[in-house]
Nanobody, 116 residues
């Protein structure tokens, strides 16, 4: 059984920063890719950033230059450093991981609210 546990969400003022973490646990061989998605009220879930096992990253245009995704393979953990946050970044952020020979899993989500 595989689990993804997110942490680090919260309330922050515009221009502020937050760091999200997502740790994978359970029985699996390896993780080929990890990423962060977000879903705002009334909108579809969208990709924010992703990182593959080799370290290559991909970002949504709306967060380029402000967010940084990183990964600690030894800890099976992915991070999302979010700087210069805007009200439009408000959403539930979900961690996603693709496990080799197991498939894709989602975390339960963590709320990020950017408001003054």
């Amino acid at each position: 059984q595989v689990q993804l546990v997110e942490s680090g969400g919260g309330l922050v003022q515009p221009g502020g920063s937050l760091r999200l973490s997502c740790a994978a646990s359970g029985t699996f061989f390896s993780i080929s890719a990890m990423g962060w998605y977000r879903q705002a009220p009334g909108k579809q879930r969208e990709l924010v950033a992703s990182i593959i096992s080799g370290g290559s990253t991909n970002y949504a245009d709306s967060v380029k230059g402000r967010f940084t995704i990183s990964r600690d393979n030894a800890k099976n953990t992915v991070y999302l450093q979010m700087n210069s946050l805007k009200p439009e970044d408000t959403a539930v952020y979900y961690c996603n991981a693709i496990f080799r020979a197991v498939g894709a899993y989602w975390g339960h989500g963590t709320q990020v609210t950017v408001s003054s």
